[in-house]
């Protein structure tokens, strides 16, 4: 089985799927997702995953284009492909971090485990395993658009599960790519580097534009998902900032449960 799970969308939007949750449950994660929406013109990359195997040939079985990589925030798990690539955004506020090479010894570690084997690409050495530095050619601040012909996609500044999030919104089909704003799973925000409090603000501006996403494209699990999710997660991370609803200790975090999703706050 390839690592990347293809999905198309809708027309000209695919979804590449890596099942990180089979080899390593540790991060509560199941599915890494990045998306390539083709344009007349060029394409984008949304995110370019966790770098186990080239995104890039893949890509190119799809559309022989110029594609450029538009990051909705600097995690390792989202942008392990982009050195494969020329053209990288990236808001200006994480610019920095698109240099950084993070320290994932505990990750090669879960990796390691002979149980992890069956479920990684063939081939793949979790001791090798790095996410390469790029330096972003294109620095968003939010507002932008991003013209790929015939199709535009927008970016929306939505700080606050890292500095410099970004979600990608296309008025004319309703689709918003989510990153890791909001998603069907369990919602990190309990690093260093979160704060959940201007989440939830992003959050509501999200749910207050005209037109309104209609089917939400996010950075983990399910895709795609009915933006429905969006008035819920707004919803849920009020209450669990309030200190409504229960929590419990978990190893990761306070971890605030809500049907199909959870939050874990520091
Ligand atoms: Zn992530």
């Not at 013209?147 to 890292?162: A, I, Q, T």
């Not at 704060?195 to 509501?204: D, S, W, Y």
């Not at 008035?231 to 199909?260: C, H, K, P, Q, V």
Request: aromatic share 8%.
């Amino acid at each position: 089985m390839d690592w990347f799970r293809v999905s198309p969308v809708v027309e000209g939007v695919y979804r590449f799927a890596e099942p990180l949750g089979l080899a390593d449950r540790s991060w509560e994660v199941s599915w890494v997702n990045s998306y390539l929406m083709v344009g007349c013109e060029r394409a984008a990359l949304i995110d370019t995953g966790l770098g186990f195997v080239p995104i890039r040939p893949l890509v190119e079985s799809i559309t022989h284009l110029p594609v450029i990589v538009l990051n909705t925030h600097s995690h390792w798990d989202h942008r392990g492909g982009d050195s494969e690539f020329e053209q990288v955004a990236i808001h200006g506020a994480e610019a920095q971090s698109l240099l950084d090479r993070p320290d994932l010894d505990a990750l090669r570690r879960t990796l390691s485990r002979p149980g992890a084997r069956p479920f990684l690409p063939k081939g793949f050495d979790p001791a090798a395993y790095e996410v390469k530095p790029k330096k972003a050619t294109l620095l968003l601040g939010g507002g932008e658009t991003v013209d790929l012909g015939g199709r535009r996609l927008r970016c929306l500044p939505v700080p606050g599960h890292s500095p410099g999030g970004l979600c990608f919104f296309e008025e004319e089909t309703g689709l918003l790519f989510t990153g890791d704003n909001a998603y069907a799973g369990t919602m990190w925000l309990q690093t260093p580097d979160a704060e959940p409090a201007r989440l939830a603000t992003g959050l509501r501006r999200l749910l207050a534009m005209d037109p309104s996403p209609r089917l939400l494209l996010p950075g983990h699990e399910e895709a795609p998902v009915g933006a429905g999710l969006l008035t819920d997660i707004e919803a849920g991370l009020n209450a669990a900032l309030d200190g409504r609803g229960r929590s419990r200790r978990t190893r990761l975090g306070r971890r605030f449960d809500f049907g199909r999703f959870s939050i874990l706050l520091a």
